[in-house]
């Protein structure tokens, strides 16, 4: 996700990809909100999906016109009345937010900019174009009173599945059924693009949850789809920093229970700190590459972590999907920023009642008495 662009020549574009180009130009199959999520995927030069990016990019800039339709998805719903800026370089589009003192605001500022990042990315997709964030830091670069925290090269794409560029299909390998969990649904009948301008971090009014409406929104937090990620079936609804998946956890806080959800299977068999280390040199020596997993599938689930004595920041209602950080840099709450926005676009094409909060010191607190380490953001329905 994260890397530098390699430029092919231009005017580099192979007949086949100038063909897929010029097809792709009349499309106008509107894309539901499940399959926007199941499809997307960061693109690069290199022409392989399973080497580095799953897309490929063409070297062509989209019209103007639907380079417009992505910068107005960027009015993402706000907790703070502090300024997002975007602005142009170029193919770049630079994400970011102009500073502050106050460090909670900041704290706040970063989780939104993450959430834009995810806007372009999921835009992107629902019109059929390339995109893909070259990083700016892993806590983001000042300019005088700008904080950039993401660029994003935005070009024309090649088909990257086999039914074009969208895809309803389970990951490879075999999907694993979760044993607490229905599966997610990756169709609907939502359109996508129209509901990225919609966004709203509450509802008063609707029904309560059901099993399934909780599944679908874990999936779309941080849930398994299937492009390859660096060569590995790591695919996620949310882009990731290198191709690493533990900046963040997700939680669910239901009937007095803390759960922590889970979307890869536990290795087959016990592998102590020296062994991982060599099988990852092994890997690396023959593949170049140092998977994060070295065993396992993908999977849809929760386990059990521990009773709780009250459902904790709740705030009365049913259940709370729990959002922390792993580690102390900004990259992490841009994730964070990633699973609200997936959240908040799956709750518009659901019916229940919901509210998206960030948690303040005293809330980090209390969470962390109960086995959640650094929260960080909620959805509670």
């Known amino acids: 996700m994260h890397s530098p662009p390699t430029h092919p020549q231009k005017g580099s574009m192979n007949k086949r990809a100038r063909v897929e180009l010029d097809l792709n130009k009349f499309s106008i199959n509107p894309i539901s909100i499940e399959t926007c999520l199941n499809s997307r995927c960061s693109s690069d030069f290199d022409g392989d999906p399973k080497k580095n990016h799953w897309g490929i ?3 062509s800039r989209p019209s103007e016109n639907i380079i417009n339709k992505i910068v107005r998805c960027c009015q993402t719903p706000r907790f703070s009345d502090g300024k997002l800026i975007t602005w142009f370089e170029g193919n770049y589009l630079f994400l970011g937010f102009e500073t502050v003192k106050d460090a909670f605001e900041e704290r706040i500022l970063h989780i939104e900019s993450g959430m834009q990042h995810q806007a372009v990315h999921l835009a992107c997709a629902a019109l059929g174009v390339g995109t893909c964030i070259h990083n700016m830091g892993i806590n ?38 979760g044993k607490s969990l229905p599966e997610p649904k990756r169709t609907g009948c939502v359109e996508c693009l129209p509901e990225l301008e919609k966004l709203e971090i509450s509802r008063i009014k609707g029904v309560p949850p059901q099993e399934e409406d909780i599944s679908q929104l874990l ?31 997700v939680y669910l ?42 065993i396992g599938n993908p999977t849809h689930d929760v386990e059990l972590i521990r009773s709780i004595k009250r459902n904790i920041q709740l705030d009365e209602q049913y259940a709370a999907i729990i959002l922390s950080r792993n580690e102390n840099t900004n990259r992490a ?9 997936n959240m908040l676009l799956q709750l518009r094409s659901l019916e229940i009642p919901y509210r998206a909060k960030i948690f303040r010191l005293n809330e980090i607190s209390e969470l962390t008495e109960i086995g959640i380490k650094d929260a960080v953001a909620a959805l509670i329905m």
């Open 140 to 177: 983001g670069t000042q300019y005088d009173n700008r904080m950039a925290t993401a660029r994003h090269l935005i070009l024309e794409m090649a088909d990257c599945y086999e039914t074009g560029k969208y895809t309803e299909a389970t990951p490879d390998p075999p999907f694993q059924k």
């Open 219 to 249: 999936w779309a937090a941080k849930g398994r789809t299937p492009h390859y990620v660096g060569g590995n079936p790591w695919g996620l609804t949310i882009p990731t920093w290198g191709g690493r998946q533990e900046y963040t956890n």
């Open 333 to 341: 709450f841009w994730e964070v920023g990633y699973m609200l926005e």
């Open 57 to 59: 990019y063409i070297d």
């Open 253 to 294: 806080v239901k009937n007095f229970k803390l759960y922590r959800y889970i979307n890869w299977t536990r290795q087959s068999q016990p592998l102590n700190k020296l062994t991982n280390r060599l099988l990852r040199y092994v890997i690396w020596k023959l593949r170049g590459k140092s998977p994060f997993y070295i």
